[in-house]
């Protein structure tokens, strides 16, 4: 186990007092070295167990659950039985969500599978550009998750748990590895909306640091004039005043400290220095205007548009700055109804943006050491579910469809596979802890020794139960 | 116990869990030294969990484990214990190597010594009745045990601290509101002996003593404004916040305290006061997702209300006996499930809209109601009178109407009803059948002239009385059912696995409790145990989280978990003490406050130098008081308290203080716009912010107030750049700045006087020379910037809601603005200390 230190305050405390001595002398010398940052550049995971094969993860998350049956899990069994009843020997005692008690009848794929790339891999018609890169990334199609309605899904999803209060997990890589960012958070989130309906909601308990210190927790990222939360100066104050006066609350902090040593005090200095230096890069950061037409038309996107594509090329910016943990949520993949109307919509606010990621990352060279994971935190039924208007899927848990690349990814591989009507996985079943225990690996860490006490257990991102790293999709 | 010596206390401090002490002369102590190796290295496969034990083998049962062989008293060398821990064998080797939790070659010589002198075991230390220490008479307990430790221990403890800190640390710890320059000046120069305890008494007696208390229960019972899950949609249940807040104000004892939440409904002598008390069950997270499954939701609020007595009453983590009998302490699933089913009468949908509440009434409110209830049943006789009147000028009508009933107002459903009548209308009123002639009779009494007066009076006053209704605070309460929801044992946790055990209520098989002969007991019955003389765990639960409040860190420094996972606290006879203290005060809360902050060791300095502070960072010793940041809603009541601007209502409907904009974007079901709350609600303390769980309100949460979705006993205390962010952007703390810079300005005259002043309403205390300096050369900056850029002076004054006076020279208040902002933005400013 890694001792997660009792308080923030020891742990500084300790700290200063091993690198520097406390003092007023001390404090000062802290304050101008680089000993504090906003996170501690080593993580408590030192030094890496294993190879550390990527050093960041950008994490898609397609919030809804987008169907596997209409992105990346041809079945033409379920077409041929499109309408049929659906054999109950595939249902029987399963948990459903809003089909529970009804009548289930097949409901065709709704949309053409292509063959793309070397191996000739199926995907579904409305992703040609992913299709385009589909030797670049490894499918998995027998993702599997516990939980079965949003909420708990995406808890799930993020904390490898279903009650609240468990760290997300961007915060528990920062808090392994540390940050290698300098004037940005370690774990940044940003959520798209394409124009479209009333998406399911998505809580901040999602990139929570639950029982890890607050500095390991997600910042979000807006779009518009406050990209960050109270970043912007208040109205009549420019940088010049804001300057005038971080620098006015550091004089005077330290001279309280000169009689009143605290070790809080050396972090609470060096923290107005980042709140004020993240003031001017996270806006730099945010203006995509620096960036080619050409790179522009890659992703598609326009500058400040709010787009999952303009968030995609900001991941790429993040990322080429140290930030460890991106997340990108893309909301609106709950195709209970209007499956045919609207999930074309998604695939095409998503399929170039995503696609041109992983392409921008290769060229690069960012690809080899970053990993990307296109993730639901579900998948839907074969079933139709038709009482909420045209025809959709319901939610389900025992069969989706994701898939990863960059490094140490096996490129070009199909992994697992469901049954022949897609309802359950059946060949190389992965978990979400699985799906953990993989990132962490090869991030270089050793997913069953990586854990917390909290509340008198060993807690893990993985779980009590058995975790695999999934070394059949690893290069 | 005997006490560490300094230098091993500071070891133990800093030392990953779990403590392996130095091997010192002093005698093996199982549960100081032993068990938390054991339960660290050997439990999980070798302990309570009876379904995941290895080997048939059991180390936390003595007997059990020399029957096996594993220990042999006094016999080191042939003890398997021993031998598997040093074993070379990949296969032999304990623990195997892929636990990942190799033992220490200083904690294998502190096992083989605990061997050879007996390998003695101890109850877990929390499991037996707390110990009462013999305090002589006219001694602080406290004192008189802390003292004891620190001179055998030879440390000297800090000299007491000065007035002024005394005064700020006792209102930051008491009200939780800063003292006036007036007030710390009085106290200052009182010399009377008993200036301090009059201060203390004082503070005690106010209803914002209520408050202060009221947040860390507040976190300990996960109270919030909102439902948790998905939507995340609102509830009424702010009555019960304001309820723990008066019970703290009264100093309502704890057991009754304690009754009233769990069973208020039950309770011989309940009424609206224990009934809003008992909305303690209806606290936790609730869901309105489409395709949620009742037996779901079932099953998580059963383990969500266990999960909360253990962290609020109990100090126990229970949450893993939801799927497996706990690996390290007693719990058992079956104790899990029986704990559970003492909620299982609480009446509530599993899924879906909470019900509006219980209407929560002032007398005045009360016969308001009643008026308007009586006026509304008098409008309706008056109206019921006429009815025969009005039916006998029906057929006449009819006549009249032909078969063009009047116009109803617009909408689908109103073009559908005229139909209806129109087609009841065309036939002969013979052929018409029952249904038919129940339509137009009522669809008549809608419309007829004969009494219209009287119907629309009837209207008027259903209409008043409805919006006074929906005026009115209401409040969720338990309300009990019979028969209750069946429970079953949820092998591994899973709610679709019918095949477990039906269990009932009962109480925890390993703690002492109650015969309750043969009849199933309800959670009054599960109260009034918690309560109990024979429960060792609660009032050690509730004054170590209690302590934390008044030094910072509690006892036993995890207050969730008192099982033997949890720290086995440092100064335990002084835990011991003081929650033998508190039953026998008669569970009064107040006396064990004042008990500490009375004491000696409360009142000293907390300042430290280094060499202290290397050697005990973390005070595990007590020889000093703590420095500490303030809590979340702490820092915000100081910043508008200095600003001159804080609201000191207590109660009522939560606020909404300025918020940034589209923060709720992301919730839906419905969409949500977040509209501040104009006057005064601006200025209320933070306890009474809207605590939407999903979305809390950012400035708090970047202070590390909890989400309030899961019971939290301790909150994390972070320092990061978001904090910074707030206090210097936030507009609740750009207007509290100006809001100082006014009063500083409206004060006496000249540079000197105003910066004394301005110190004095912040910090308390008196500019240093440097600091007037630095204050000077800013103000200065500032004041030359604003007179070339007046439009700039002027947006900055237009934050918030707070005028400034029209004579007032823009360019000064701006200046003033932005020196009021760095003192709000001072370490020392949010730092109790």
């Known amino acids: ?475 | 116990m005997p006490p560490l010596p300094r230098i091993a206390a500071a070891l133990l401090a800093a030392l990953p869990l779990p403590p392996v002490r130095a091997a010192t002369a002093d005698a093996v102590e199982f549960n100081r030294d032993i068990r938390p190796l054991l339960a660290e290295h050997c439990f999980a496969c070798h302990g309570p969990d009876a379904a995941n034990r290895k080997g048939k083998l059991r180390l936390d049962v003595r007997e059990d484990a020399i029957a096996r062989g594993a220990l042999q008293p006094g016999r080191p060398e042939t003890s398997e214990l021993l031998l598997r821990l040093a074993s070379l064998h990949a296969d032999e080797v304990m623990p195997p190597p892929e636990a990942n939790k190799p033992v220490s070659p200083a904690a294998r010589a502190l096992l083989e010594r605990w061997i050879r002198e007996g390998a003695t075991y101890q109850h877990h230390w929390a499991y037996d009745p707390p110990r009462r220490a013999v305090i002589p008479a006219g001694e602080n307990g406290v004192d008189h045990l802390l003292d004891r430790r620190l001179a055998v221990g030879g440390l000297t403890p800090a000299p007491e601290a000065d007035r002024r800190t005394l005064i700020r640390r006792l209102h930051a710890d008491l009200t939780g509101l800063p003292p006036s320059p007036a007030e710390v000046a009085a106290f200052v120069a009182d010399p009377a002996p008993d200036a301090y305890a009059r201060l203390v008494e004082r503070l005690l007696a106010s209803p914002h003593h209520g408050e202060r208390l009221a947040l860390g229960w507040l976190d300990a019972v996960r109270y919030a404004d909102t439902i948790g899950y998905h939507s995340d949609n609102p509830r009424n249940v702010w009555p019960y916040r304001d309820w723990v807040v008066r019970s703290f104000h009264r100093n309502q004892r704890f057991d009754r305290f304690t009754l009233e939440q769990i069973a208020g409904d039950l309770l011989p002598d309940a009424s609206d006061e224990t009934r809003v008390a008992s909305g303690f069950n209806r606290l936790l997270l609730s869901t309105e997702e489409g395709g949620a499954q009742p037996k779901d939701y079932e099953s998580r609020m059963l383990a969500d209300r266990v999960r909360a007595i253990g962290t609020a009453w109990l100090g126990q983590t229970t949450g893993c006996a939801q799927c497996h009998d706990h690996k390290f302490d007693p719990w058992t699933m079956r104790d899990f499930y029986a704990l559970g089913a003492f909620f299982a009468d609480v009446r509530e949908p599993a899924i879906g809209r909470r019900e509006e509440g219980m209407l929560v009434l002032e007398p005045a409110q009360r016969s308001r109601l009643d008026a308007l209830l009586a006026d509304e049943a008098a409008a309706r006789t008056a109206y019921e009178s006429l009815l025969p009147a009005i039916d006998a000028a029906q057929p006449a009508w009819e006549t009249s109407a032909g078969t063009e009933p009047a116009p109803a107002a617009g909408g689908a459903a109103a073009d559908r009803a005229r139909k209806q009548v129109r087609a009841a209308l065309a036939k002969a009123p013979a052929q018409r059948n029952e249904r038919e002639r129940t339509l137009l009779r009522d669809h008549h009494r809608g419309a007829s002239a004969v009494g219209a007066p009287e119907r629309a009076a009837l209207a008027a006053a259903s209409a008043a009385r409805q919006a006074y209704h929906n005026s009115l605070p209401k409040s969720l309460v338990t309300v009990s059912v019979r028969p209750a929801r069946v429970v079953r044992v949820q092998p591994r946790g899973n709610w679709m696995d019918e095949s477990g055990e039906i269990v009932t209520a009962a109480l925890p098989g390993f703690l002492p409790g109650p015969d309750f002969g043969g009849r199933v007991p309800d959670r009054l019955d599960l109260a009034r145990w918690l309560v109990s003389a024979e429960n060792p765990l609660t009032a050690r639960a509730v004054v170590n989280r209690l302590w934390a409040q008044f030094f910072g860190l509690a006892l036993s420094r995890h207050p969730e978990d008192l099982g033997s996972q949890g720290e086995l606290p440092p100064q335990q006879m002084l835990l011991d003490w003081l929650a033998a203290e508190f039953m026998a005060s008669g569970w009064d809360t107040r006396h064990v406050i004042r008990t500490i902050v009375l004491s000696r060791a409360y009142r000293r300095s907390s300042l430290a130098d280094p060499a202290e502070l290397a050697a005990d960072p973390e005070n595990r010793s007590l020889a000093r008081q703590g420095a500490f940041r303030l809590d979340a809603e702490l820092v915000r009541d100081r910043a508008l308290a200095a600003g001159g601007l804080l609201s000191l209502q207590v109660g009522g409907p939560p606020v909404k203080p300025y918020q940034p904009a589209g923060y709720w974007m992301n919730l839906n079901f419905p969409p949500r716009e977040y509209t501040p709350d104009p006057g005064e609600a601006q200025y209320r303390r933070g306890l009474y912010v809207w605590w939407q769980r999903t979305f809390l309100h950012p400035s708090l949460l970047a202070f590390d107030a909890p989400s309030r979705e899961e019971c939290v006993a301790t909150r994390s205390r972070s320092n990061v750049p978001q904090q910074a962010l707030v206090l210097l952007n936030d507009p609740t703390y750009v207007e509290a700045a100006r809001g100082l810079a006014l009063r500083v300005l409206a004060g006496p005259e000249g540079m000197a006087a105003r910066l004394g002043h301005a110190w004095q309403l912040a910090l308390q205390r008196a500019p240093a020379p440097a600091e007037q300096a630095e204050a000077e050369r800013l103000l200065a900056r500032h004041a030359a910037d604003y007179r070339r850029d007046p439009a700039a002076a002027q947006a900055l004054l237009g934050t918030g809601q707070l005028p400034v006076p029209a004579a007032a020279d823009p360019a000064e208040v701006a200046a003033w603005t932005h020196l009021a902002r760095v003192l709000l933005n001072l370490h020392e400013f949010i730092t109790r200390s």
């Open chain 1, 1 to 475: 186990m890694i001792p997660l230190n009792q308080s923030d305050l020891t742990r500084r405390a300790f700290l200063g007092r091993s690198a520097q001595g406390v003092g007023g002398v001390a404090l000062a010398t802290l304050l101008h070295g680089p000993a504090l940052r906003a996170a501690p550049a080593r993580g408590a995971v030192h030094p890496l167990p294993l190879p550390q094969r990527v050093r960041r993860v950008i994490w898609l998350t397609m919030a809804g659950g987008p169907s596997q049956l209409e992105t990346f899990d041809p079945k033409p069994r379920l077409a041929a039985m499109h309408g049929e009843p659906m054999p109950e020997s595939f249902t029987r005692g399963q948990q459903l969500a809003q089909l529970q008690g009804q009548k289930l009848f097949c409901h065709a794929p709704q949309f053409p599978f292509k063959r793309f790339g070397r191996n000739g891999t199926e995907i579904c018609s409305l992703f040609p550009h992913l299709g385009a890169i589909v030797d670049d990334i490894c499918l998995v199609r027998s993702m599997t998750t516990e939980a079965i309605n949003h909420d708990p899904a995406h808890m799930f999803m993020n904390t490898g748990s279903q009650i609240a209060g468990r760290p997300s997990m961007g915060a528990w890589v920062n808090y392994g590895l540390g940050s290698e960012a300098e004037d940005l958070p370690g774990f940044v989130v940003m959520i798209s909306t394409g124009p479209g309906r009333s998406p399911q909601p998505v809580a901040s308990r999602q990139w929570s640091s639950g029982f890890l210190p607050g500095r390991f927790q997600g910042v979000q990222f807006h779009g518009g004039a406050e990209p960050v939360h109270y970043l912007a100066n208040p109205p009549g104050v420019d940088r010049s005043r804001q300057a005038a006066d971080v620098g006015a609350i550091n004089a005077l902090n330290r001279l309280h400290g000169a009689h009143a040593p605290d070790p809080e005090l050396a972090t609470r200095i060096a923290q107005y220095e980042l709140a004020f230096r993240l003031q001017a890069s996270v806006p730099d950061l945010l203006d995509l205007r620096g960036e080619d037409a050409r790179t522009l038309a890659l992703y598609g996107c326009m500058p400040g548009d709010g787009s999952f594509a303009a968030n995609c090329l900001l991941a790429r910016r993040l990322a080429e700055r140290g930030v460890r943990f991106i997340q990108l949520y893309h909301r609106d993949w709950d195709h209970h109804s209007q499956l045919r109307e609207e999930l074309p919509l998604r695939a095409r606010e998503t399929d170039q943006a995503s696609a041109a990621l992983v392409r921008d990352l290769r060229q690069r060279g960012m690809l080899d050491d970053t990993l990307v994971v296109w993730t639901g935190e579900f998948g839907r039924t074969p079933m139709a579910q038709g009482d909420k208007g045209t025809t959709g899927r319901d939610h389900h848990n025992r069969a989706m469809s994701m898939w990863l690349a960059g490094g140490g990814v096996r490129p070009g591989l199909v992994y697992g596979a469901t049954d022949e009507l897609g309802y359950a996985a059946v060949d190389r079943v992965c978990t979400v802890h699985d799906l953990h225990a993989t990132m962490l690996h090869l991030l270089g860490v050793r997913h069953e020794a990586f854990s917390v006490r909290f509340q008198g257990l060993d807690a893990r991102l993985t779980g009590v139960e058995p975790a695999r790293v999934l070394h059949d999709l690893l290069s």
